[in-house]
């Protein structure tokens, strides 16, 4: 039930995304623009190939060794003084968080932009128990308002125009009037949010990497909302995927050069946040406690496969669902789930199993756009492909959650039936004989025939296979 | 096995093995004195950064009359540094009023948070290849001094200056120890989540104001 309605709801919602003209140019226009300047920060063909097979090794080399790593990083975390926390699941998650906000007696939270908070649906979470988050990067803020997902993974509210928002912000902000202009937009935002800042009993936010030589989380962003989120309120919370981890400092530049440009075409983001601590004794601010809770919810499993752990080595840029012709014609509500685009067809069945998204891996058309610029060299189509063979034909029953959901017995019987077929000079003789003779009287609703014949007419099959045709112009049929 | 931990770690355990794949070669930038200096600045410049050559004695005089053309009334300084001290020496007969930031962050919130007009901080280091500043915030220079004012002023030498941050890594020996925070800041805090139009001091400073105190005076 749950696959089927996952097929519905891309191919149906991808339908009404295609028909709506303002979403459509909301994402053209912004996925050309960040397009148009990440081509710029890699004109150097040379650099670029060396700086990203460095990258990709960075995040393979972390990856074989990530046990040991999370071992460390949690000993040199614990060594200065930042608490560490383990979750199988968004659940214990969300739980260990609540808990942690509960035991601080924290009512209003602040938050810096992170993903995984959104895997988990930690907002809803916390409202659930009176606690009241509050988002402080501009682009989650304007959706928080909106009651809406983000849509993309580092601009959360691109499909909104400037009227979109002006006309948000004059009907949700008290005494704010309508204006376009994108200066005053964002000054009635840092207004709003400054009480919001200095008021809150926490700040929740994410983590760009760990680095588990030192024990630092390294945190990047342009607004400045991150850094106050982790040092004004007296309680910092990072939550971060246990894939995150980073051997040691030096790892740390080849990604750093990576991921802004690949992301906003920006040399580097206005501010690198490296958190080692929580305040020390005599330091005048900070957050006098520090936690980082790691969350698993299916990436242990998906590092089990060698094949499939290379989706794990992703660093969130997003130009792969900047240059997917895909995502930028069907924007990222489409794909229902927290991760859009190419690297979100990819995680996301793996994350919630193929028997409820198992769709996702067949939003793509293989172009190899996402390849080409994922700066760690993710073979993303080459993993879809696998993801679309294990939901017929599973490796083994647990290669992938839902492994084998999409198998029927019509189609397997059709593809044995094909293989004996193939395998036997005769039958295939007498198959074709028949096709030819037989095959056009086929209704185009037969059974398996109709998905074919939606989208393409039917094939016409001749009255003379091509064997025979060639043996009576006396071509030897060997 | 009981806890979650246990569990993800020995998931993590069982996965197949292979050798940890090496670190391909990879060379960050490097430039001349005079390219470096020129790069810093042009980088921090393309990022809606002032830049300002200064000298090591006369920056406080400097950075008085730039303060007076914007109308600042007041800067928040850390007096136990000594570049507070040299500023409020230098001010000592006027200038902007000076606010110490001298009390835990509880005592001081409303000044920080609603009335400071500038925040001056040193830097430890700067980076050429992205014209970013690397700031170290000790005890007697706390971190939001950097951060809530709507303008921030950073002194930086630049003898300190390096090519890249990995370079900055290595000759500052970060891997030895990592303060509370360190911070690279390249240019005042922006947006572009508005159809992706810039603009500035979204949450932190609308306005960096960088004093490059030279190697000899200019
Ligand atoms: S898969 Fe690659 S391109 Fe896509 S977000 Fe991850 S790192 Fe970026």
Redesign the pocket.
């Known amino acids: 039930m749950a696959a089927d309605a996952g097929k519905l709801e891309f191919g149906a919602k991808a339908h009404v995304a295609l028909n709506d003209p303002k979403l459509r140019a909301n994402f053209r226009r912004a996925m050309d623009g960040l397009m148009a300047k990440r081509t710029i920060q890699f004109a150097d063909e040379a650099e670029w190939t060396s700086l990203r097979a460095r990258g990709a090794m960075v995040r393979a080399n972390a990856l074989a060794r990530l046990p040991e790593l999370l071992e460390q990083l949690e000993a040199n975390c614990l060594k200065n003084g930042i608490q560490v926390h383990w979750a199988e699941t968004t659940q214990e998650a969300n739980a260990i968080v609540l808990g942690i906000l509960e035991a601080a007696g924290a009512k209003t939270v602040i938050k810096g932009k992170s993903m995984v908070t959104e895997e988990m649906h930690l907002n809803a979470h916390l409202e659930k128990h009176g606690i009241t988050p509050v988002e402080s990067d501009l682009g989650e803020y304007i959706i928080q308002l909106a009651g809406e997902a983000p849509s993309h993974?580092v601009m959360p509210c691109i499909h909104k125009n400037k009227a979109e928002i002006a006309e948000l912000f004059h009907d949700k902000i008290a005494d704010q009037p309508y204006t376009e202009n994108v200066d005053e937009l964002t000054a009635a935002a840092r207004k709003a949010l400054r009480g919001a800042f200095a008021g809150a009993d926490a700040g929740i936010s994410g983590v760009n990497f760990a680095v588990a030589e030192t024990g630092t989380l390294v945190l990047i962003e342009n607004e400045g909302n991150g850094r106050l989120s982790t040092t004004l309120p007296p309680l910092h919370i990072a939550v971060t995927g246990i894939e995150k981890v980073l051997e040691k400092l030096d790892d740390v530049p080849p990604l750093l050069s990576?991921?802004p440009r690949?992301?906003t075409g920006q040399p580097i983001t206005t501010y690198v946040n490296m958190i080692s601590s929580p305040r020390k004794d005599g330091e005048k601010d900070g957050p006098k406690a520090v936690h980082l809770v790691l969350l698993d919810n299916g990436r242990s499993r998906v590092h089990g496969d060698s094949e499939l752990r290379d989706?794990l080595?992703?660093?969130?840029?997003?130009?792969?669902?900047n240059?997917c012709p895909v995502y930028t014609r069907v924007g990222g509500h489409t794909y229902t789930f927290t991760y859009p685009?190419?690297?979100g067809k990819?995680l996301t069945p793996q994350i919630e199993g193929l028997d409820c998204a198992g769709d996702q891996p067949h939003a793509s058309t293989l172009c190899r756009a996402?390849a080409d610029?994922?700066?760690?060299?993710?073979p993303?189509p080459d993993l879809l492909v696998r993801l679309r063979t294990e939901a017929v034909r599973p490796t083994s029953p647990d290669a992938v959650k839902g492994a084998g959901s999409s198998a029927t017995t019509g189609e397997t019987l059709g593809w044995k039936g094909w293989t004996l077929l193939y395998g036997s000079p005769l039958l295939y003789r007498i198959g074709t004989r028949m096709l030819g003779w037989f095959g056009n009287l086929m209704p185009s609703s037969a059974p398996m025939l109709k998905q074919w014949t939606s989208v393409r007419t039917k094939p016409k099959f001749a009255p003379k296979s091509l064997h025979e045709l060639a043996r009576e112009k006396g071509f030897c049929d060997e | 096995m009981n806890s979650p931990r246990e569990r993800i770690l020995s998931r993590l355990k069982a996965s197949p093995r292979a050798a940890a794949p090496l670190r391909p070669d990879w060379i960050p930038p490097s430039y001349s004195p005079a390219e470096r200096k020129a790069k810093f600045k042009a980088m921090l410049e393309a990022s809606h950064a002032d830049v300002h050559e200064v000298t090591a004695a006369g920056w406080p005089e400097r950075l008085k009359s730039i303060l007076a053309d914007k109308g600042v009334g007041n800067v928040v300084y850390a007096p136990a540094t000594r570049a507070g001290r040299q500023l409020a020496e230098a001010w000592a007969g006027g200038g902007p009023e000076l606010l110490a930031y001298d009390r835990p962050l509880e005592e001081l919130k409303e000044v920080l948070v609603s009335q400071a007009d500038a925040g001056l901080t040193t830097a430890r280091g700067g980076i050429a290849q992205t014209g970013s500043l690397v700031l170290w915030p000790t005890s007697d220079e706390p971190r939001l001094m950097s951060l809530l004012p709507p303008i921030h002023i950073a002194l930086v030498e630049e003898s300190s200056l390096t090519d890249s941050l990995a370079e900055t890594i290595r000759v500052q020996g970060w891997a030895g120890g990592m303060p509370t925070n360190a911070v690279l800041v390249s240019g005042p805090s922006k947006t572009a989540d508005i159809e992706q139009t810039l603009a500035y001091g979204v949450h932190g400073p609308k306005e960096l104001i960088v004093l490059l105190i030279g190697s000899e005076s200019p």
């Not at chain 1, 080595?313 to 669902?321: E, H, N, S």
Request: hydrophobic share 50%; net charge positive; glycine share 4%.
């Open positions: 993974i990576l991921l690949s992301a989706t080595r992703c660093i969130r840029c997003a130009a792969c669902m240059h685009g190419p690297i990819l996402c610029v994922c700066p760690v060299q993710i993303i």
